[in-house]
């Protein structure tokens, strides 16, 4: 079974603080993919990361993907209520199983004002 | 750009009674599909893998009995809750990638079903 390992599971920070959430595996990904989700909604893509040390910026929000693909983190600069939601990592191996993604436990992010 | 959709999003249910839930591909079509279970704050727990045109294959611990998946068509998965009862009450969400035949596949999610058994 493959594992990714996310931390943290809650986060609980104030408004314009920064933060960055793990998600490791001892496992190779092809690709790593990062959702948001919030309350009573499917998961949205963020972003896909798929070369090894890639960095990828979406306004203030980074990701990064380890150089071995085992790895990868999100780091949120001057985070906002808005960003609040629970933000998970999923990993595509592509084994036998195609489009089959590999869930992290989630963080729970709350950012109050 | 491509949307999958769930139907119904609500639904609240006597305990006994089956409950189906459907998962559509609404642009694109999907060989392949996931249905997925939820509980508040926690992340998507993979229940089976949708197969059109052969059976469904289940994780560990699902009962396929209790969860029916057919795949009735290349945009149409279907997950019947049989015989629920209120532990089966959570957020039931489905995906399908649409698989592009290189490094990335985009995975598509559904909005989500929330089954409520009384």
């Known amino acids: 079974t493959q594992l990714l390992e996310q931390s943290p599971q809650f986060l609980s920070i104030q408004e314009g603080e920064n933060l960055t959430v793990y998600c490791n595996s001892s496992?190779?990904?092809?690709?790593l993919q990062w959702y948001r989700q919030e309350p009573g909604e499917g998961p949205v893509l963020l972003v896909t990361v798929v070369t090894g040390g890639e960095v990828k910026k979406l306004k203030r929000l980074t990701f990064q993907f380890g150089d071995a693909r085992k790895d990868s983190s999100l780091h949120i600069t001057a985070a906002q209520p808005g960003d609040t939601g629970l933000y998970l990592c999923?990993?595509?191996?592509?084994?036998?199983?195609?489009?089959?993604?590999?869930f992290g436990r989630g963080t729970q992010l709350t950012v109050w004002p | 750009g491509a949307v999958v959709s769930q139907h119904p999003s609500r639904v609240i249910c006597k305990s006994g009674t089956s409950v189906k839930i459907e998962c559509r591909s609404l642009?694109?079509?999907?060989?392949?599909m996931f249905w997925y279970r939820q509980f508040p704050k926690k992340s998507l727990m993979l229940m089976a893998t949708?197969?059109?045109?052969?059976?469904?294959?289940?994780e560990q611990g699902v009962e396929k009995d209790k969860f029916l998946i057919n795949h009735a068509s290349l945009t149409l998965s279907t997950l019947t809750v049989t015989s629920a009862h209120p532990e089966d009450s959570s957020f039931y969400i489905c995906?399908?990638?649409?698989?592009?035949?290189?490094?990335?596949?985009?995975?598509?999610f559904g909005p989500g079903t929330r089954l409520t058994v009384l």
């Open positions: 949708s197969n059109e045109g052969s059976k469904a294959t289940y």
């Open positions: 995906s399908a990638p649409r698989l592009a035949g290189g490094i990335t596949d985009t995975q598509y």
């Open positions: 999923a990993g595509d191996d592509r084994g036998s199983t195609l489009g089959r993604l590999y």
């Open positions: 496992s190779v990904f092809s690709s």
């Open positions: 642009d694109f079509q999907a060989t392949t």
